[in-house]
């Protein structure tokens, strides 16, 4: 079954992607998928995710960051 969202206008896409890399997007709000071949026998290959929010603290100076 297709997402909802698999058809948004790739303008649209853009924006969400660009708000997601600046940090407007809270970690676990959005990702970002790569369209595949639903119909495949290959279930693993169905809109693998290609980009995630995940706030993370580094070790070496302490500050939060987008990853």
Same mark, same amino acid.
């Given at each position: 079954?297709? &997402?909802?969202? =698999?058809d =948004?206008?790739? &303008? *649209? &896409?853009?924006? /969400?992607f *660009?708000?997601?890399? &600046?940090? /407007?997007v *809270? *970690?676990?709000? %959005?990702?970002? =998928?790569?369209? #595949?071949?639903m #119909?495949?026998? @290959?279930? @693993?290959?169905?809109d693998?995710? %290609?980009y =995630?929010?995940?706030?993370?603290?580094?070790l070496?100076d302490f @500050?939060?960051s @987008? /990853?």
């Open positions: 079954m297709n &997402s909802p969202w =698999r =948004r206008p790739i &303008s *649209e &896409s853009l924006k /969400l *660009e708000d997601m890399k &600046s940090g /407007l *809270e *970690e676990g709000k %959005a990702t970002l =998928r790569m369209k #595949q071949d #119909q495949s026998d @290959n279930y @693993n290959m169905y693998l995710i %290609a =995630r929010i995940k706030v993370s603290t580094w070496d @500050n939060y @987008n /990853l």
